[in-house]
């Protein structure tokens, strides 16, 4: 440690500062301490970084994604203020020496127990990087620091917002390496495509050097380019690294990137003899005092720098603490003094002449992202559109084929289990596959779907297209959020883009319901199931124009079988007891029996998701408690409303007597509101996600609820209640899809954004079964005579009940939203619904 100049700040956003750790090319390095006590390294970028909107965007989206690391093997990330007009990051603060130090000054060579133990510890930690979406780049022994329950690995994934600036205004020469030329792969030294690979490579490197004391290639001091001839086109000496570890250090430095174990494969072939204390005595008892003099550390003020108040003599004396004036403006500069294992990493080797190279952008901006943003709207819109459609239509479906109830439910229920029991698939699908690709063949099931639709003579053709169109709709919405998740990361364009995604969304079911009527009216169903065909060859065009997608950082998502498996069936099976449910009433019990079965397997799901290394979803999404609160909230509204919109449309024709055109053309309103709520509120007012999205919410269960008072009769109230609904919804939806999907890895877009669209499918399913349950215990026990007498009031009476209960669950998910977003920053963008996610929510 060193103490602070009077050029330092004393204070770092909610941090005190109190020593100097470090620097290097990034900046500088402070120890820092919280109010309540905790001790942080806060590092500060240089000024020259801080002035370009590029460095800043890249460093928010980096300080995004390593908070997702966690802090396990890594030193976690715990605060950051990327807008801020010098930005920095805090993280956690390891009380002990860097690897380096240990080996080339203190102790020399660890012995093979304790290499073995570092080299199971690296490789949780990479696999921990990896799976955020990060490739670390720079791990070598100064970024180890040495604890005693373990290694702890820093400086990950940070350093990369420089690396896309190198060749423009911060660096004038034409070619960089990022990286330390004795811990760099042969592909960065090529100035290839980096993968996590490279940094298994680099482990090997670290093991060489903690088993011998020695760099891979030898020393640097014969010329750099020499030493990256060595790195590239050389075999490491291996002498003195244990006959234990050889097999497995010589596997991680295999020259061909493929050839190399995954860090999980190293992990487990190291796990077996771990040493109970994996240090040497001699290292626990030199941490021991280290740990003891941080304790027992007070910095000396130095001159120039005013002393603080003790706010306990303050309070002592009941006198007020004077406030801590802000820190001065100041350019941190790097002059080469401090704690090695704090020090940032600075990419300070030039390639070599005539490289030419530019380092590898790890997520450039996606191409053409306006135009995927319009295609992304035009498809989702076409999801709830035609499914409402055919809901629309099945009253003269059932007379024109005459097909009995039982049928009927069938075909309903058939859509909504494989919608279910795709959705997963689908956004894991469009991480490994692409989004292109998916969204093309979603397309042509679409299609197809129409035809069988329009065509159909009996009860097995309709069951098949309706099956096809629940597939399709599986592959569609979350490829389409997915692409707009990849598209807009963040920042304005963000909330922009998601703004209008949101609007389009809610659209999609309600003018669909006004569309059905019309060709029900003017037409007949047949021609507004063949209305899909034209429609999807739109799309596809669009598609087939969207520029190629680059590949993924990280090497993109892997297969997760086992939780495919588990989470499709899951969903599958509990979406299938719910639609018994709604077509039986609460007193199926086999019903029952499955949506429980269905929530146990959905458990063992999540259990999976959080525990494996490889994850359909991505293991933050259900982690971080704000990915979770928004998933919930999204259930819980998506249960109230089905309940109101199929309430709503019955009333509108059996009580006011409206034709089906008519009851679609009222519904529009809605819609006009929720674009507006979307678009001008939602995505532009400076406000937490949390108090939006309960806002909402709130607003939501109000118009419910007034909708629910609402006597017989009494139509002239309804378009009120209208303008209040659209409005909530749009207003709700938007951060809370914001929330589900954000600062998410795009080689996890896919599998986020099917988690946020299953989460609204099971609560719409949950709704459905509500009004399906109630509308079933009303008319049960009743002769057919007296179920006819007074059915329109008895129905609305089963409605009203069920509205109640929509009203408590979207209040509920009021309340989660506000609890676990209400810190968060303001929405970077969302998709709303008209069923949630865009999918059709009424029978």
């Known amino acids: 440690m060193d103490q602070l100049t009077a050029e330092d700040p004393t204070r770092i956003g909610p941090y005190r500062l109190i020593a100097r750790l470090g620097a290097g090319g990034m900046g500088l390095v ?37 908070r997702l690391v966690g802090g396990a093997w890594t030193a976690a990330v715990l605060d950051a203020d990327p807008e801020a007009a010098v930005p920095w990051v805090a993280t956690q603060y390891i009380a002990g020496p860097d690897l380096h130090s240990v080996v080339a000054e203190d102790f020399g060579p660890l012995p093979e127990p304790s290499v073995r133990a570092l080299a199971n510890r690296l490789a949780l930690a990479l696999g921990a990087v990896h799976a955020a979406g990060l490739i670390h780049r720079d791990l070598k022994p100064s970024n180890v620091l040495v604890t005693v329950d373990g290694p702890r690995v820093i400086d990950f994934g940070i350093a990369r917002a420089m690396d896309s600036l190198a060749g423009d205004s911060l660096h004038t020469h034409t070619g960089m390496l990022i990286g330390s030329p004795g811990f760099m792969s042969p592909e960065q030294v090529r100035g290839l495509e980096l993968t996590p690979a490279s940094d298994v490579f680099c482990l090997g490197a670290v093991l060489v050097y903690a088993a011998t004391g020695r760099h891979l290639f030898g020393a640097t001091d014969t010329g750099l380019n020499a030493h990256l001839f060595r790195v590239a086109e050389e075999e490491p000496d291996l002498t003195g690294v244990p006959e234990s570890l050889l097999d497995l250090v010589r596997a991680c430095l295999a020259k061909d990137p493929a050839a190399r174990p995954t860090p999980r494969e190293v992990a487990e072939r190291t796990a077996a003899q771990l040493p109970a204390e994996w240090l040497p005595d001699s290292v626990l008892a030199q941490l021991g005092r280290h740990a003891a003099q941080l304790l027992d550390f007070a910095p000396p003020v130095p001159p120039g720098v005013p002393a603080q108040p003790d706010p306990r003599l303050a309070l002592a004396q009941q006198q007020p603490v004077p406030a801590v004036p802000p820190p001065p403006a100041y350019a941190p500069t790097a002059p080469g003094y401090g704690a090695a294992a704090y020090a940032p990493t600075a990419p300070a080797y030039g390639a070599a002449p005539g490289a030419g190279w530019q380092p590898y952008d ?75 690709a998916i969204l093309v063949v979603g397309l042509a099931g679409f299609m197809v779907a129409s035809v069988l639709t329009g065509a159909a003579v009996g009860e097995g053709m309709l069951i098949a297209a309706r099956g096809l169109q629940g597939a399709s709709a599986a592959l569609l919405s979350p490829a389409a959020l997915s692409l707009v998740v990849a598209a807009f990361p963040d920042g304005r364009p963000r909330r922009t883009a998601f703004g209008v995604y949101g609007a389009v969304v809610g659209t999609g079911a309600l003018v669909g319901s006004f569309t059905g009527g019309t060709f029900l009216e003017l037409a007949s169903w047949r021609l507004a199931e063949y209305v899909g065909v034209p429609l999807g060859v739109l799309a596809l065009v669009g598609v087939f124009t969207l520029a190629p997608e680059r590949p993924a950082p990280g090497g993109g998502a892997r297969l997760d079988l086992p939780g495919l498996l588990l989470g499709s069936l899951g969903l599958a099976v509990l979406v299938y007891g719910v639609e018994g449910v709604a077509s039986n009433g609460w007193t199926d019990v086999l019903a029952l029996i499955l949506a429980v079965a269905g929530v146990a397997l959905l458990a063992g799901f999540l259990w999976l998701q959080t525990s494996s290394s490889v994850s359909l979803v991505p293991a933050q999404v259900l982690k971080d408690p704000r990915h979770a609160g928004a998933l919930g909230a999204l259930l819980l509204l998506g249960v109230g409303l089905p309940v109101m919109y199929t309430a709503l449309l019955f009333r509108l024709q059996a009580e006011f007597d409206n034709t089906p055109m008519q009851a679609g053309l009222m519904v529009l309103p809605a819609v006009a509101t929720q674009v507006v709520a979307a678009t001008a509120v939602a995505s532009r007012v400076r406000a937490t996600q949390g108090v939006l999205a309960a806002s909402g919410a709130v607003l939501t269960a109000v118009a419910i609820a007034l909708f629910a008072a609402l006597p017989m009769g009494s139509d002239l109230f309804v378009l009120p209640v209208l303008l209040l609904l659209g409005f909530g919804i749009g207003l709700a939806l938007v951060p809370l899809y914001a929330a589900a999907t954000e600062d998410v890895p795009r080689a996890h877009a896919g599998g986020a954004a099917g988690a946020a669209v299953g989460a609204a499918q099971v609560g719409s399913s949950l709704g459905a079964a509500v009004t399906g349950a109630v509308l079933a215990a009303s008319f049960a026990g009743l002769t057919e005579n007296e179920a006819a007498s007074g059915v329109i009031s008895r129905v609305i009476d089963a409605h009203t009940t069920s509205l109640w209960c929509a009203v408590g669950a979207v209040l509920l998910g009021a309340l989660i939203g506000g609890l676990t977003l209400g810190g968060s920053r303001t929405p970077s963008g969302s998709a709303a619904a008209g069923g949630p996610g865009g999918l059709p929510t009424g029978r």
């Open 362 to 436: 790890a997520e450039p901006p996606y191409p053409r992202r306006w135009w995927a943003l319009t295609v992304a709207c035009f498809v989702t819109f076409l999801v709830p559109f035609e499914a409402t459609l055919l809901n629309m239509a099945f009253p003269s479906i059932q007379s024109d084929l005459g097909l009995a109830s039982g049928g009927m439910n069938l075909i309903f229920s058939v859509y909504a289990v494989v919608l279910a029991g795709l959705l997963l698939l689908g956004g894991h699908l469009a991480d490994l596959a692409g989004r292109k």
């Open 30 to 66: 402070y120890l820092g301490r919280s109010e309540a006590g905790r001790t942080v390294a806060v590092k500060v970028v240089q000024a020259e970084y801080a002035g370009n909107p590029e460095f800043r965007r890249r460093f928010a989206r980096e300080v995004a994604a390593a």
